[in-house]
């Protein structure tokens, strides 16, 4: 879902989404994407924290290397 809603976000097309993820139909897709759309603001909430996340271990791990 995170990297769907990530390529959304980045401006591409559900088919060239589709395509990127060999293993997922247009309509799986369709589907990610309708579920974003209904959820968005638990969804975007989610992927701020997931990210603030990434960035607290990038810089633990710079301090311990």
Do not use: C, K
């Amino acid at each position: 879902m995170q990297r769907i809603v990530g390529w959304y976000q980045l401006g591409l097309t559900p088919e060239e989404i589709s395509e990127n993820f060999g293993h997922l139909s247009l309509a799986q897709v369709h589907a990610a994407l309708a579920y974003y759309h209904a959820n968005r603001q638990e969804i975007e909430a989610y992927l701020v924290e997931e990210a603030a996340e990434g960035e607290r271990l990038e810089r633990a791990e710079t301090r311990s290397g």
